[in-house]
């Protein structure tokens, strides 16, 4: 099973200015990684598919990259909808399909 | 517009069991596999079983294996998930996604299953 690990926990960031977040995995995941984005009481958002690619209608300000292990999310001049819980999630070797942890990303 | 919608949550003792059903819409269903995720109270994400476009596969995590079934009726754009023997620790909010090229590109907005005397 692959480890997927995620930090920071907790990531203080001051609105307009740049978050970013990291994940790692515990073995190559090429690049079949996903990041999503879940705020208080909803359901988990698609953001980035195939470590870089935008899913529809997500601003260019969100840019995923990385390929092996090392995976960034980067959010370029944080807007106040941006504040919320980020997970990474590998599909390359499955079952089982493993997320990290999460990172919450909170305002300064 | 792809929607996708859980229910059949509930307070469910010990021991019990419960039948959880998705129902998809906004898209052509039987092209699709469906997937179940879940999150316990203030925790991560977890996935919980998965099924092929056809129904002819299925996978489950290890937490759930022989204890939950995952099924599907392509006639009613529908996928069930029917958990037995059910503990305390399978508290959460289940999702219903659809997967696309194995990630997971649409959610619903998730049901309560609680496990408790």
């Known amino acids: 099973e692959i480890e997927m690990t995620q930090s920071p926990a907790t990531l203080s960031v001051s609105p307009g200015d740049r978050a970013t977040l990291s994940c790692r995995a515990s073995?190559?995941?090429?690049?079949?990684l996903a990041w999503y984005q879940q705020k208080p009481g909803q359901a988990p958002r698609l953001l980035i598919y195939g470590a870089s690619t935008r899913a529809t209608g997500i601003p260019a300000r969100f840019t995923g990259s990385g390929s092996g292990t090392e995976f960034t999310l980067t959010i370029s001049s944080l807007q106040s909808e941006d504040f919320a819980v980020y997970y990474c999630?590998?599909?390359?070797?499955?079952?089982?399909?493993?997320f990290g942890q999460g990172t919450k990303l909170e305002i300064k | 517009e792809v929607q996708v919608v859980e229910s059949g949550g509930g307070l469910v003792q010990p021991g019990g069991s419960l039948r959880l059903s998705c129902v998809a819409s906004g898209f052509t269903f039987n092209d699709y596999a469906m997937r179940w995720v879940r999150q316990a109270p203030g925790k991560g994400l977890e996935w919980v079983s998965s099924i092929v476009d056809s129904g002819s596969d299925t996978y489950y995590a290890d937490s759930v294996k022989g204890r939950f079934t995952i099924s599907r009726d392509n006639s009613k754009n529908t996928v069930y998930l029917q958990m037995n023997s059910l503990r305390a620790e399978d508290t959460a909010i289940y999702y219903c996604?659809?997967?696309?090229?194995?990630?997971?590109?649409?959610w619903g907005q998730g049901t309560l299953v609680t496990v408790s005397s």
């Open positions: 999630q590998q599909y390359n070797s499955w079952p089982p399909f493993t």
């Open positions: 996604a659809k997967a696309h090229n194995l990630y997971f590109e649409d």
């Open positions: 073995q190559s995941v090429r690049s079949n």
